[in-house]
């Protein structure tokens, strides 16, 4: 007989890393998620958070946590369909609501959770799902637990979606799904053409804000307000854990849709609800986030500054449009090396490797913040020189 552990037996990579010493996963921070983390006892330029905002130890943000948890306690105990829904999680879902100018949102414990649920309620084996291939694991899990039919369609290639959308059966339920921000090449999706073909094939659209949120757009609303085709995308999804400075997630649309979803997403019937202190945190980020503008203007600036100054140094970054800048580096090793040379140069970053990039095309990924500062910057474009020359990534 065949025991199922085999497949443990011969899993070899990660020990092989850890045998060269280039493993760089896992890595302990024992700080906030500040522009400088401590690890290790030492400080380190932090260029591997979603924290776009810097929100998540703002004094305001902790203290709404702290009292949100001395009022409710530290969980729900239940699920929201039964004894978990407080006001705390209404009032939040109502404030995003505005926010997003929807009529309805429902909350999730996490962001990986609101995707799952939502699509895999939606969808049945009659139905065609249409995945930019480059599309979030969460994205691609929740169509596999909806059992519809999808087609890949080639990376932006508006051309490749519109002829699978014209292949597909007229009398098919049909969903396109997309990253507003690709959350490892940076780059955003192409909304205006998505929504173009989605009203000529009689599709609905869905689009991933997870990166776009508190980042794009005049209000900070994500890519689809950045393109101007909030009013042509039937559902957005958005996360707590990157501007908003918590953890959770949230898909806001039309009332009768979210009601229906609230009623069916497996992955938000048969979970805890979002705990007490996520909510106050959430709360106040959103008051923050909208109160004070200049923080976006702050990333962007912190933003354009990297996206000059790396090629400068000779680095590929690929044509990225979001705080996430991608240097290319080519083989997996290459880029595990390089994060563990970077953390030992005092520079945090996370490298992306095979299968979340095709072989060959492995590459560091870097992520800024509203709170970096000129000199955290220049700290890490140093260490990136000194790192990519040792590795001959440039001369």
């Given at each position: 007989m065949t025991d199922l552990f085999?497949?443990?037996?011969?899993?070899?990579?990660?020990?092989?890393?850890?045998?060269?010493?280039?493993?760089?996963?896992?890595?302990?921070?024992?700080?906030?998620?500040?522009?400088?983390?401590?690890?290790?006892?030492?400080?380190?330029?932090?260029?591997?958070?979603?924290?776009?905002?810097?929100?998540?130890?703002?004094?305001?943000?902790?203290?709404?946590?702290?009292?949100?948890?001395?009022?409710?306690g530290t969980g729900c105990a239940g699920s929201r369909l039964l004894n978990g829904t407080l006001d705390l999680h209404v009032e939040l879902e109502e404030r995003l609501a505005r926010f997003m100018?929807?009529?309805?949102?429902?909350?999730?414990?996490?962001?990986?959770?609101?995707?799952?649920?939502?699509?895999?309620?939606?969808?049945?084996?009659?139905?065609?799902?249409?995945?930019?291939?480059?599309?979030?694991?969460?994205?691609?899990?929740?169509?596999?637990?909806?059992?519809?039919?999808?087609?890949k369609f080639k990376h932006n290639d508006m051309a490749d979606l519109e002829k699978k959308l014209a292949a597909a059966p007229q009398d098919a339920g049909k969903l396109i799904v997309v990253d507003g921000v690709y959350s490892m090449e940076g780059d955003l999706a192409d909304l205006p053409r998505v929504v173009e073909l989605a009203r000529r094939h009689g599709a609905r659209v869905f689009v991933d804000e997870a990166h776009g949120i508190g980042v794009l757009g005049t209000h900070g609303r994500g890519a689809c307000?950045?393109?101007?085709?909030?009013?042509?995308?039937?559902?957005?999804?958005?996360?707590?854990?990157?501007?908003?400075?918590?953890?959770?997630g949230f898909i806001a649309g039309s009332r009768r849709v979210i009601d229906y979803i609230k009623h069916n997403a497996r992955s938000a019937i048969f979970s805890a609800a979002p705990a007490p202190p996520v909510i106050g945190?959430?709360?106040?980020?959103?008051?923050?986030?909208?109160?004070?503008?200049?923080?976006?203007?702050?990333?962007?600036?912190?933003?354009?500054?990297?996206?000059?100054?790396?090629?400068?140094?000779?680095?590929?970054?690929?044509?990225?449009?979001?705080p996430v800048i991608p240097i290319l580096v080519g083989q997996d090793e290459i880029a595990y090396e390089m994060a563990v040379r970077l953390q030992d140069e005092g520079v945090f970053a996370n490298p992306v490797v095979s299968p979340a990039v095709q072989p060959g095309n492995a590459m560091i990924r870097t992520s800024y913040m509203a709170t970096h500062t000129r000199a955290h910057l220049d700290v890490a474009l140093e260490a990136l020189a000194t790192v990519g020359r040792q590795l001959g990534v440039i001369r």
């Open positions: 085999d497949k443990v037996a011969s899993y070899d990579r990660v020990q092989s890393l850890r045998d060269h010493a280039i493993y760089p996963y896992y890595r302990v921070v024992s700080s906030g998620q500040d522009p400088v983390v401590m690890m290790n006892g030492r400080p380190v330029v932090m260029l591997g958070s979603n924290n776009y905002l810097g929100l998540s130890s703002h004094p305001e943000v902790k203290a709404a946590a702290a009292t949100a948890l001395e009022k409710y100018r929807r009529e309805a949102v429902i909350t999730f414990a996490t962001g990986y959770q609101a995707n799952v649920g939502a699509i895999s309620s939606l969808l049945s084996r009659h139905d065609v799902v249409f995945l930019d291939n480059l599309d979030h694991a969460s994205l691609i899990d929740g169509v596999r637990l909806g059992f519809a039919r999808d087609r307000e950045h393109f101007g085709v909030e009013s042509e995308v039937d559902l957005v999804m958005g996360t707590f854990s990157k501007s908003l400075a918590s953890v959770g945190a959430v709360k106040k980020a959103l008051d923050i986030l909208e109160r004070e503008p200049e923080r976006r203007k702050a990333l962007w600036e912190n933003t354009d500054y990297m996206k000059a100054a790396l090629p400068a140094l000779g680095f590929q970054i690929g044509k990225p449009e979001s």
